[in-house]
Structure formats: structure tokens, C-alpha cells
């Protein structure tokens, strides 16, 4: 963002519940009460005004807001991918656990490089972490959608269609288009189904690939090969991994809303419920 931009409703809400503003606020508030006098109140809405009027246009300040929401965003990220890590069952967490140690091990190697190239070094650090929370969001991924095949039986929902599809033109009107709804409800369920089971190998794939290139890496690092061409390894997998995101990402927003849900007839089924990673 640019340091002259203007100061917003935003900024001018940080300065006002800013802890020194805050602060100053209340000493006056409490100076009015001990002296029994209106005049340190006027004073301090006087400054307060100046203040608010000032500091949300200040660069510095903007730059200090910013950091503050950089911050927050940094730590709703890490509770949030800490809450799907712990959604995990075992063997999935140690897949992430092996992972973290493979990286930890491409960091330790190539620590030990000359200065010049510790840029390449430094972007490498944060791929590597970028490629780790992706990694968890991808197994919480994969662990959602087993557990939608686990209790999910596309066999009892294709029974049930044609148990209704038998006896549907001899029922009264009301009842058939009723019936037609739940039909088309449950092929929706079944090509859901295929969906989620395609995406789930994906995924797996995904993740093994993530597994594979980070070993091949760590193992180039023990020999020191280039900083720069493992960072051009890491993007062309960073922008496999970010593809593959996006399909779930895809699955995720077909079981959002269905369109006969949204019509207000029937709800989602109950995998539209659950969160799938981002």
C-alpha cells in the first residue's frame, strides 16, 4: 500500500483505540472527576480532536496499523491451521511431522552457505513454509473427504432412486412433484460422490508430490547444488500445489450452496457443512 495514502475511517478508528490514546483519555476522564471541574474534558476533547484530525494521515502511523493487521492476520492463520492440524487423525500428523523434519533439514544444509547467497536462501525459507501450511490444509482437505466417502454409501442413494422412479406415476400430483425434487436431489448426491472421490485422489497425489520433491531437494542440498535453481524447483511446485488448492477449493463451493437449496426447498446435504481448508 502506498505510505501517502490518505487516512481512512480505519486509521482513524486504530488512533482513536490506540492504547496511549486510550490512556490519555481515561487520565483525563479521571482528572475531571477528582477536580470536579468540566475544563480537563473540553481540553482533552480539544486535543483529541487535533489528534484524530493528524495522526490517521501520517505514513508512519498507516505503516504501524498495517504491521498490526499483517500481525493479526499472521495469527489467525497459525490458529486456524493449527485447528486443522489437530483435526488430524495420527498418521497424518506424522506425515506432516516427517515433512517438517525434511524442511528443517534443507534449512540446516544450506545455513552453512556464503552471504551472497543467502537471499536466494531467505526466499527459500519462505517457500518452504508457505509449502508446509499448504501441506496441512491439503491433508485436512483429504481427511474431510474420506470421512464423507466413509459415511456416505452411493449404493443405498441409487437404491433409493429407483425405489422412487418405480411407483412415482401412481402417486397424487403433489406427492410426484415432490418426489421428482428428492430424485434429482439424490443424483446430485451421487455425482457429489464421484466428485469427491476424484478430488481425494488428487489430492493424494498432490501431497505425495510435495513429499518427493522436498526429499529430492534435501538431498541436493546436502551436496550444495544452487540455491537458485532449488528455488525454481520450489516455484514450479508452489504452483502445482496453489492448482490443486483451487480444485478443492471448487469441491468446496459445490457443497456451499446447492441449487435447489438455494431456492429455499431443500438444504445442502451434510457435507455442505463442512470447511475444507483456505
Not at 108 to 128: C, G, P
Not at 206 to 231: F, G, K, N, W, Y
Not at 245 to 265: H, K, Q, Y
Request: glycine share 4%; hydrophobic share 40%; with cysteine.
Amino acid at each position: 500500500m502506498d505510505d501517502r495514502d490518505d487516512g481512512t475511517l480505519g486509521y482513524v478508528k486504530a488512533a482513536f483505540k490506540w492504547q496511549y490514546n486510550l490512556i490519555a483519555l481515561g487520565a483525563a476522564c479521571l482528572f475531571a472527576l477528582i477536580s470536579l471541574s468540566g475544563l480537563p474534558l473540553i481540553l482533552a476533547a480539544g486535543l483529541e480532536l487535533i489528534y484524530l484530525s493528524v495522526i490517521p494521515h501520517n505514513p508512519r502511523f498507516q505503516r504501524l496499523v498495517r504491521s498490526w493487521k499483517y500481525a493479526a492476520e499472521k495469527r489467525a492463520q497459525f490458529m486456524t491451521l493449527n485447528a486443522m492440524f489437530y483435526e488430524l487423525p495420527p498418521e497424518m500428523r506424522l506425515r506432516y511431522s516427517n515433512l517438517d523434519t525434511i524442511c528443517k533439514g534443507i534449512r540446516e544444509n544450506y545455513r552453512r552457505l556464503s552471504a551472497t547467497s543467502q537471499m536466494f536462501v531467505d526466499q527459500m525459507n519462505v517457500k518452504l513454509d508457505g509449502l508446509a501450511q499448504s501441506y496441512v490444509r491439503l491433508l485436512n482437505a483429504a481427511y474431510h473427504h474420506r470421512e464423507y466417502l466413509r459415511t456416505t454409501s452411493p449404493d443405498g442413494i441409487r437404491r433409493e432412486v429407483d425405489q422412487l422412479c418405480k411407483g412415482i406415476d401412481k402417486e397424487l400430483p403433489k406427492v410426484q412433484e415432490i418426489n421428482r425434487k428428492r430424485i434429482e436431489i439424490l443424483k446430485k448426491r451421487v455425482e457429489k460422490y464421484d466428485k469427491i472421490q476424484e478430488n481425494c485422489q488428487v489430492i493424494d497425489a498432490q501431497c505425495a508430490a510435495i513429499e518427493d520433491v522436498l526429499q529430492l531437494i534435501r538431498d541436493q542440498s546436502v551436496t550444495m547444488h544452487d540455491p537458485q535453481q532449488i528455488s525454481e524447483h520450489l516455484d514450479s511446485l508452489v504452483h502445482d500445489v496453489e492448482q490443486t488448492e483451487e480444485t478443492v477449493r471448487e469441491v468446496e463451493s459445490i457443497f456451499s450452496v446447492s441449487p435447489l437449496a438455494a431456492n429455499g426447498d431443500y438444504e445442502a446435504d451434510a457435507f455442505s457443512r463442512q470447511r475444507i481448508g483456505n
